[in-house]
């Protein structure tokens, strides 16, 4: 459902995919799957803005109950990016995710479209904990800061 709407975002919920991913053009049958599934919306914001599409409705995916997860696309045909606090950016501005939305987008939900729940994601007693320290004195710094 990147380019043009071919209703994958059902299909992927319909076979209980971890994500489903783009979904620049997601219908709202799509949006509904997502919302009543376990299958994670996977939104790549770079992509929109490279290929000069309208944003991913990840507040109409979020607002019906479905997960988004937030991530690069980086490849050279349509996101020429590994900046993911550029993604985050976009993703405040554009895609209209609050706080929390982002950073679980980033971490947990993120976690889940890979099938990782149990063990990414979160840093609890029995997961791998993979992080990074940053020099930012608020999380939201991590995305204010464009392009940082």
């Known amino acids: ?41 996977s939104l790549l914001p770079g992509t929109a803005f490279y290929l000069k599409e309208p944003y991913a409705p990840a507040r ?8 988004v997860a937030v991530a690069t696309d980086f490849n050279p045909g349509s996101c020429y990016s590994l900046n993911l606090p550029l993604m985050m950016n976009f993703s405040a501005l554009h895609l209209q995710m609050n706080l929390a939305e982002i950073f679980a987008g ?10 990782l729940e149990s063990r990414k994601g979160c840093i609890l007693p029995e ?20 392009g940082w």
């Open 106 to 115: 980033v971490t947990v939900n993120a976690a889940a479209s890979l099938g």
């Open 1 to 41: 459902d990147e380019l043009g709407n071919t209703e994958a975002a059902k299909l992927a919920c319909k076979l209980h995919a971890h994500a489903a991913d783009h979904l620049l053009k997601v219908s709202d049958k799509g949006i509904a799957a997502l919302a009543s599934g376990n299958t994670i919306a």
């Open 127 to 146: 997961y791998d904990s993979d992080f990074v320290v940053l020099p930012y004195e608020r999380f939201e710094e991590m995305y204010y800061r464009m």
């Open 60 to 67: 109409k995916i979020l607002d019906a109950g479905g997960r």
